[in-house]
């Protein structure tokens, strides 16, 4: 059986540098695109239904790819690398068309060609991990990776704040800051994932492997593997699903609603005063900011508590902070209290972005980690789709169509989602 070498701190770093780019491009979807709905005229209760593409995307793409790049191997491009690249290029081009949107319409279809290209850069870097790093480093891996989605999402919400100081007046339909923004995360999304291409040699597969690689199958195999990897799905995976359920569907009303509801509790304002709109949606930017340099801050903590601790206890304490941050934050009027309240979803985040993926890694077989680590992004997107269709009626019929109130109820299911992942039955093998 293969030894997987010991990797060097640097050597993982290298590895997950493309995280940067990629959540670069996540933060401008989740802190600009709602922003730039708003000033092309959608109502508020358009916004979930505007939000499908990345939910539906994910969901078709991240498995198929995952499924994909276990059946792919190039001496040359490795098995993983090659959709990293090919996503990247998509994402590139994307972001750098997406401000010349001129309608709701132009904007929705440019964010469905995003998020393909997105899922299809990000699904194998979870495989990634599993891949290069024994079970020692994998805590490292995982979180370094929690490290970059801090990092990437703090430049992106930073240039909300920053660029419409230096970038004034309106280009087209939209603010010229929006220009900046994005054409920067084009470049990252591109620089950073072939920079971890370079840095990075993938392990050949076994002979075994080999044979499985090359014996092929007909074009409808991946989803064929998808179907069979549900149908075996370990025990632990159902449990971790049921906590995605209320996880995912609160990220997607905060994320939805943040820039909304400083308006109104800070400026009192609606995305009809544009000025003080405007306002809102730059300091909101620098609010998730913070919450992304929470994230980097403290993620290679989890990784250490969640190794000499409990993974799933790690994920339950994150996830408590994280909801009482949401309880508290729509009902804080001192826009600088505002980054006390959301240091809370920080460390909920950086949990978030690594610890489940160690709860469920080891019941996983390694030649399967990338349809299973698709198939646990269908988890997130699910829940994503059920929250574009329903609750826009929610927010509207239960909430007042109050984004303060949509805060308030991702804070509840939270909670909720703790309670589940106390529920979880981790395995303790090593592998």
């Known amino acids: 059986m293969f030894k997987k070498p010991?990797?060097?701190?640097?050597?993982?770093?290298?590895?997950?540098?493309?995280?940067?780019?990629?959540?670069?491009?996540?933060?401008?979807?989740?802190?600009?695109?709602?922003p730039i709905y708003d000033f092309l005229g959608a109502s508020p209760d358009q916004i979930p239904i505007l939000h499908l593409a990345g939910p539906v995307t994910g969901l078709l793409v991240q498995p198929i790819i995952g499924a994909l790049s276990d059946k792919t191997?190039?001496?040359?491009?490795?098995?993983?690398?090659?959709?990293?690249?090919?996503?990247?290029?998509?994402?590139?081009?994307?972001?750098?068309?997406?401000?010349?949107?001129?309608?709701?319409w132009m904007a929705a279809g440019l964010l469905w060609i995003l998020?393909?290209?997105?899922?299809?850069?990000?699904?194998?870097?979870?495989?990634?991990i599993a891949d290069q790093l024994d079970e020692a480093q994998r805590p490292l891996g995982f979180q370094m990776q929690s490290f970059f989605t801090g990092l990437g999402q703090v430049l992106a919400?930073?240039?909300?704040?920053?660029?419409?100081?230096?970038?004034?007046?309106?280009?087209?339909?939209?603010p010229t800051w929006v220009y900046a923004s994005f054409f920067l995360g084009a470049f990252c999304s591109l620089a950073t994932i072939v920079w971890s291409m370079s840095k990075t040699k993938e392990y050949p597969p076994t002979e075994e492997e080999l044979k499985i690689i090359r014996k092929g199958g007909n074009v409808l195999e991946p989803l064929m593997e998808i179907f069979r990897a549900i149908k075996e799905m370990p025990k632990v995976?159902?449990?971790?699903?049921?906590?995605?359920?209320?996880?995912?569907?609160?990220?997607f009303c905060y994320w939805q609603n943040s820039s909304k509801s400083v308006a109104l509790s800070v400026w009192n304002a609606t995305p009809q005063n544009k000025e003080a709109y405007s306002e809102a949606v730059s300091w909101t930017g620098l609010v998730n900011g913070w919450y992304?340099?929470?994230?980097?801050?403290?993620?290679?903590?989890?990784?250490?508590?969640?190794?000499?601790?409990?993974?799933?206890?790690?994920?339950?304490?994150?996830?408590?902070?994280?909801?009482?941050?949401?309880?508290?934050?729509?009902?804080?009027?001192?826009k600088n209290l505002l980054f006390i309240a959301i240091s809370g979803f920080g460390i909920g985040w950086a949990s978030m972005m690594g610890i489940p993926y160690l709860i469920v890694v080891k019941d996983i077989p390694k030649e399967r980690y990338g349809v299973y680590m698709g198939i646990i992004n269908m988890m997130i997107v699910i829940p994503m789709i059920i929250q574009t269709v329903s609750f826009g009626f929610i927010l509207k019929n239960l909430l007042g169509n109050d984004p303060r109130n949509a805060i308030t109820f991702a804070g509840v299911l939270l909670l909720i989602s703790a309670v589940c992942t106390l529920w979880i039955k981790e395995n303790k093998k090593q592998t």
């Open 6 to 34: 010991k990797l060097s701190f640097w050597q993982i770093l290298n590895m997950n540098v493309g995280f940067f780019g990629i959540q670069y491009s996540f933060g401008l979807q989740q802190s600009a695109v709602t």
């Open 157 to 174: 919400n930073l240039s909300l704040f920053i660029f419409p100081l230096i970038f004034i007046g309106t280009t087209g339909s939209l």
């Open 237 to 251: 995976m159902w449990q971790l699903a049921l906590v995605y359920l209320f996880q995912w569907y609160a990220l």
């Open 115 to 128: 998020d393909v290209g997105n899922n299809t850069a990000m699904e194998p870097y979870r495989a990634l």
């Open 73 to 104: 191997w190039s001496p040359t491009f490795g098995r993983r690398k090659p959709y990293f690249l090919i996503g990247a290029i998509l994402c590139s081009l994307t972001l750098f068309a997406f401000p010349y949107s001129s309608s709701l």
């Open 292 to 334: 992304n340099v929470v994230t980097f801050l403290v993620a290679f903590a989890l990784a250490g508590y969640a190794k000499k601790y409990s993974a799933k206890y790690v994920h339950v304490f994150c996830l408590v902070v994280a909801a009482l941050g949401f309880l508290a934050f729509p009902r804080i009027e001192d």
